[in-house]
């Protein structure tokens, strides 16, 4: 049970350059995010999905896409990189949308836009 | 709205001595809270939950935290700090408006450093 997996770890984009960050889950939970990280900062939420085909927006989808064909996977995509968007990217997975459900999370990916 | 606040940045300890970590929150409803703990270039692990059991939690690795709702806080606390426990520190707490998902709304984070 590998839990939540995210690929690449590390990644440099240049300006205008796009890129999918990858996100998988073993443990068969419906629910799927993709959270931002900022130093100094909590996690912003960008996208989320309920289940294969369900995805909704965040508080900063800007700039970014997901699509979800499957239960495992959750690819986050960057079409026209910007400066902006470097950060730190979390994938995280829950068996329930209700409030008392942890979340789970991926080691994340380390993005550098320049 | 809900909102998260960790009153400190930065907490540096002894081994051996207590931690203290604040975290207010505000909420017109009765929240679920969390403290989750991310170490050097890993992803995020739940130490423990409050959803509107019993107000001590005990989380992992000897942690707990009270939920005092008169005064909005959840603190985390752990009675000996050890070297591993040297961390960035996150209270979240759970928005019940969000309809359809759990919106999980994260303080800016406490570092704590555990010094010999």
């Known amino acids: 049970n590998a839990g939540v997996t995210q690929t690449p770890k590390f990644r440099i984009l240049k300006i205008g350059q796009s890129m999918t960050l990858q996100c998988a889950q073993d443990?068969?939970?419906?629910?799927m995010y993709w959270y931002r990280q900022d130093p100094g900062m909590g996690l912003k939420l960008i996208y989320y999905?309920?289940?294969?085909?369900?995805?909704d927006k965040g508080e900063v989808p800007n700039g970014y896409n997901v699509s979800r064909s499957t239960t495992e996977d959750f690819p986050l995509r960057l079409e026209l990189a910007a400066p902006s968007q470097t950060s730190v990217y979390f994938c995280?997975?829950?068996?329930?949308?209700?409030?008392?459900?942890?979340?789970?999370f991926g080691p994340g990916t380390r993005l550098t836009v320049t | 709205a809900q909102s998260v606040t960790q009153l400190d940045s930065h907490v540096s300890v002894s081994e051996g001595t207590p931690v203290l970590l604040r975290c207010n929150y505000s909420?017109?409803?009765?929240?679920?809270l969390f403290w989750y703990v991310q170490h050097p270039n890993k992803g995020l692990q739940l130490l423990l939950k409050y959803t509107s059991a019993a107000t001590l939690v005990k989380g992992i690795n000897g942690f707990e935290a009270e939920f005092k709702k008169s005064e909005t806080s959840f603190h985390l606390t752990k009675p000996s700090a050890h070297m591993s426990d040297a961390a960035e520190y996150f209270c979240v707490v759970s928005d019940p408006l969000s309809g359809g998902y759990n919106k999980l709304i994260f303080g800016a984070g406490t570092r704590l450093a555990v010094h010999p």
């Open positions: 443990m068969n939970h419906n629910y």
């Open positions: 995280a997975s829950s068996y329930s949308g209700g409030l008392s459900y942890e979340q789970y």
């Open positions: 999905s309920v289940g294969a085909g369900i995805t």
């Open positions: 909420s017109s409803y009765s929240p679920s």
